[in-house]
Each structure stands twice: as structure tokens, then as C-alpha cells.
């Protein structure tokens, strides 16, 4: 994380402290991110604290300790929210507005922090955790790298000279008001490294297993389902992740639930209660729960797996020709010399119109493969317009084997605008297929790549030279490589609504199936609450998931977020964006179209901003290895004068340079 400070004179805003404290049950995370500020100058100061996240994080509340006061945010919608800022920034009330910038960097706000005063801020999040292989991973952030993108800065006539336009999730035309001066002074500060520190506890759904952390040197203690990991204070300067694993060699099924009569409010948002003038618990009236389907610890040597499907979907049109075909034929090379024997291969080929190598897929021999090679490297030269969806239907349209995992695999520069009409046929199809996305070329469209892979509970893979085929390709059969279980279907045998996925896709050995959804009635004790049926290599399977059997039986009121912030990602990527707006709002979520704000209503500065506020260079840490030690601000008059100014420095990255950002950088340019 960093801080940019505004102040009238110089100063600096160092951050004291940093401590994160993470509380694991079995699979769903509840972090506390809590750091503090302190002002030792004499005037009152605004600044902007960027901080990273994992992309699964859901954001759900905030609160903001100044000396005795303690400020807890709402949420607003993220226009309002900054109207709402400005407002009282201009009435000279402490306030912070934390916003979403993309789905895994945020910033917070925060203005009128009086001379020599603290400023401690508390960030609550929770996420569901992603295992491969039998492990689970938690991961955290620790430092916002530069991103260098010009095209954030852009003129604005409607609007005073001093704002600018920014890429806000799909908030178009969004305008920041704030922290944009006019700058005629610039104070170079001197690096000091930035600490943090964190406490972990998990209590596992059953005995723990193994704890690592590949990233740094941690102390443990396991006792059974229990553990307690602490992370001495160290530098900011590289991200931190955690790995461990439970005892057990075969397929688990397991129960998350939340009933709100047993909620005690302990991690449900605070809300303003106006009439009472107080703080309360918004604890929600919907029940929920989250279903797992859990591959064993990967035994490679004894492992059975069912036999494998690939069908590839090839991009032809127009905007292919050239180096992008050159890819496509690239990775379908590689990916033919991953394919064994045991498995079958088609090939679609698709532009104005849609081809298909064979009405049925063939054993991928080696004289098959050859033959695909050869169809392939003479309908390349095709083109036309980019029909996408008619390449996904002859794909789904191939009658599928019984008990055979079939991945349908996109290759495209993903040129469209149907991105949303390509996820919602995704979705309604994951049942038949397991889907995967390989996007290629110089500046191919990662938005439908990534809207895949989350649709599709899958990978994303950017492909843009020949070594990243090799590279991708790889990645892509290590997740493909061991199908436990096939045509997987569910029945519940309680009432059950607005159920994620909608449509189940296969169990892969890295890749565990969470189900999400919300629940009515009673959850009946002792009987049988989901069925979940699948074909394995013995066979026809039954899992079944029992309240006194299930892997979690305590109460979890993070579901709610866990569940809202899956529906979010979903409306998102299907391009209903007042849906997001509208969760946001209802679970309290900070997103790309809600922010949340907290004012010191009770509080106002004996002497609000009336003079001309310059910024402070604040050191800025940087992963380890990256650019030198530290990124420190300047001010630059212009985007020439960036291209100008530093195109040496990044000549030679091998040397310790310092690289020079301006605040416009840090809330824009660079993000």
C-alpha cells in the first residue's frame, strides 16, 4: 500500500503500522486489514491511500478511528458517495471515501486529519479460498506495482481544467473531482521501508495437514482442525501467500450455512441509525449456504481419472490474419503433443460461417492429430467476419460420450462486442462442457478471456508470442490433465433459490466445485440435504452432503458476501451493471458503482482548506526485484514530458533507478 499526502507546507503522513488479522474457517476467510497514520505537521492534511487485494476479495466494511471518534462507513452510490466527499471536505469534516479502481486495487480517501493527530483505518474483507491439488491457498497483496496506462488521462472540457477522467469499471464518463491541484512545488522525501505484520487462524473442517508459505518465513502451531500462524513485522516489498492442506485421500462433499435467527451480528456491517443516533448491525434476513464438492490430495502414481474430450474453437475472421493465425496454429501444435492416445479431438473453425473437421470427435491418435494439422493449416487461410457464437453452438451441437470430461477450448483475438452473449452461453452450458479461453495477439480483448475463465470457474490464458504458447499450453493441460468426475448434476432436498453456478461443471483434481445460493425453511437434521451425482472412472457416483456429516457446521454470516460478491462478478461480466449497483448497495459491498463514505458528522476543522495545497513525494514500495527499491512522486506538467522525461531510465532496468510519478499517476495514469 502507499499514501499521497496534500498539505500546505511540508509535511509527510508515515504510515506507523500495518497489521492484518485472518480468521480461516475451513475455506472462507474474514480479514481485518488495520493501519496506522499520523500527522506531525501543523496544518490539517487530505491524502489517498492505494491498496491492493486478491480479485475474490469482497470488500464489506470500513471504519475510521480518529483520537476518541470512532467513524464507520455506508455504502452510497460511488457518484454520490463523491459528491458526498467533497461536500464535506469543503465543511471542513474529517471523511473518507473508499472506492474500487479494479476488481484487486481500491483507494481510500481521506481528508481534514488534524495537526499532530492518528489516523487508524480498518478494512474488512472476506473471500472463498482456491485449492489446487488439495490445497488450499490464501493469498494477500501487498504492494500496488506501477501500471502505465496513458490513455486514463484525457481532457475534459465540461468540466474545470483541474479534473480529469479516469477507466472506472464500466462507471462511464466518471469524473474525480479531488486531489487534483495545481502544483508549483515538489519536496523529495527519504525512502523508509514499509512493515506489516500478520496473525492467521484456522479451524479446519478437519485434521490439517500441512502448512507452507513459499513466500516468507512464518511460525506455526497445529492442533488437530486447529492452527495459529504469525508473520513477524517485514517489508512491504512482495506478496505474501499461505498454503495448507486437510487429511484425506478421497471425494469429500461438505455444508457452509448462515441462518440470520442465530447471527449475532459479530461480522455483519454497521449501518447509521439515524433515529436513534447510534451504529447498528445490518444483519441480512436471507439464509444461505455454500456446498463443496472436494478432490483428494493428488496421489499421481494411483490416480483414476476419466477418460478426455478436447474440442478447439478457432478464430479465422478478418482481424486474425497474419501473426494471430501464426499463434493459433502455434498453440494447436503444442496442444496436439499433450494430447495422448486415451483422449478425443475436434476442431471448429469459424468466421462468417462455421467448419468442423469431423461430425463426431476421433481418438487422438498420431494419425488423427496429423490429419487435424493438415485440415487446419488450409482453413486458416479463410476469413471473414467473427461469428463467435456460432463456433461455441457447432461445438455444443457434437453429440458428447457418456462419462468422457469434454473442455471446449476458445482461440481467438476476441474482437467482439457479444462478450456478454458468449458468457451467458457459458453459463447455461457448463453442465456439457468445460470452457476455456485463450486470447492471442499484441492487444487482443482480455476483457471476454477473463469473463470466461470467471464464468467458466476456469483460467484465463493471454497468448502473444510463440513462447507463450509453450507456456500457456502447458498451464492449460496441468489443469485439464486429471478429470475426476463428469456429468455432474445436483438435487436438494430442501428449498433452495438463486443458485451459482446454475449449471455444474466437471471436477478436476486442482479445481473443487463450490456451490452458492440462498435457502428457505428448516435445514433438516440427520437426512440428506444435496445429491450430487457424477460419473468417475469406476463409474456412476453418489455424493451426499448431511448436516451431521457436513465439513461446517457452525454459523457463517460471511456467505452472504461470499454469495452477493459471485453475483456481482456474474452481472458484471453479462453487462447488467445496475444489478451490480443494486447488490452493492443491498450487501454493503464496495464495487465499481459503490463506494463506501464515512463523515465525522460530530467534528468540524477550526480551519478548513482555504489555501493552496501542494503534494508531498511519499515513498512508494515495490516488488522486490522491480525497478530499483522505491517509486517516489514528482510533479509533471504534461504526458510528453513523461514519455521524454524517463525513456532512458526504463532503458536499463538492471541498474537502481528511481522512477518519477506525479498524483495524477498514482490515481490514474498508472493504475
Known sequence: PHAIVF??????FPLVSTHVDVTISGIVSNNRISQLYTNPSEYPIEGVYVFPASTRARVHAMQMFVEDRIIAASIFPADEAEDLYEEAIENGQTATLLEMDTPNVYSLLFGNIMPNSTLRVEIFYTEMLVASYGSYEFFYPTVVAPRFSPDYLKNNSDTDPDTFKRS???????????????????????????????????????????IHSSTHNISFDI???????????VVADGDFLLEYSFVGNSIQTGMLIYDPDN??????????????????????????????????VLDRDN????????????????SMVGFPKELSYDIMEQAVSKITENDYINVITFAGYSETYNETSVKATKNNLDKILKWLEEDLERSGTTHILTGLQKAADIKRMDGVSRSSILLTDGLVSTESNVFEFIENNLDQSNYFCFVIGSSPNRYLSEGVARIGRGE????????????????????????????????????????????????????????????????????????????????????????????????????????????IDRYRF???????????LEYHLVTDM???????????????????????????????????????????????????????????????????????SLLGLWL
Open 594 to 664: 459503490t463506494s463506501f463514505l464515512a463523515v465525522d458528522v460530530k467534528y468540524e476543522s477550526a480551519t478548513p482548506y482555504d489555501f493552496n495545497l501542494i503534494d508531498i513525494g511519499t515513498p512508494v514500495p515495490i516488488p522486490t526485484g522491480s525497478f530499483g527499491k522505491s517509486l517516489e512522486n514528482t510533479t509533471s506538467n504534461s504526458e510528453d514530458e513523461y514519455d521524454q522525461g524517463n525513456e532512458d531510465e526504463f532503458s536499463d532496468l538492471s541498474s537502481s533507478v528511481t522512477l518519477i510519478i506525479t498524483i495524477l
Open 168 to 210: 472506472q469499471g464500466n462507471r462511464k464518463g466518471y469524473v474525480r473531482r479531488v486531489s487534483i491541484r495545481k502544483n508549483d512545488a515538489f519536496i523529495k522525501r527519504t525512502v523508509g521501508d514499509t512493515t506489516w505484520s500478520m496473525s492467521i487462524d484456522i479451524k479446519g473442517h478437519t485434521e490439517i495437514a500441512n
Open 223 to 233: 492442533d488437530g482442525n486447529y492452527a495459529a500462524i504469525e508473520l513477524p513485522s
Open 7 to 12: 498539505t500546505p507546507n511540508i509535511a509527510s
Open 263 to 296: 447471527d449475532t451480528g459479530e461480522n455483519s456491517p454497521l449501518i447509521w441509525n439515524e433515529e436513534k443516533d447510534i451504529f447498528e448491525f445490518d444483519i441480512s434476513t436471507d439464509k444461505f449456504f455454500t456446498a463443496i464438492i472436494q478432490p483428494p
Open 574 to 584: 453479462l453487462g447488467e451493471f445496475d444489478k451490480v449497483e443494486e447488490l452493492g
Open 460 to 567: 484465463e490464458f493471454a497468448v502473444k508470442s510463440e513462447s507463450d504458447a509453450v507456456e500457456k499450453v502447458d498451464r492449460f493441460f496441468e489443469l485439464v490433465r486429471y478429470p475426476l468426475l463428469t456429468n455432474i448434476t445436483v438435487e436438494y432436498e430442501f428449498e433452495v433459490d438463486q443458485v451459482i453456478p446454475s449449471t455444474i461443471p466437471d471436477l478436476l483434481a486442482n479445481r473443487p466445485i463450490v456451490i452458492h445460493g440462498k435457502y428457505s425453511g428448516e435445514i433438516p437434521i440427520g437426512k440428506d440435504l444435496i445429491k450430487i451425482f457424477g460419473v468417475s472412472y469406476d463409474g456412476p457416483w453418489l455424493g451426499v452432503v448431511r448436516i451431521e456429516k457436513g465439513i461446517y457446521l457452525e454459523n457463517n454470516p460471511l456467505l452472504k458476501f461470499i454469495w452477493a460478491g459471485d453475483q
Open 303 to 318: 490416480i483414476k481419472i476419466v477418460p478426455r474430450e478436447f474440442i478447439f474453437i478457432i478464430d479465422v475472421s478478418g
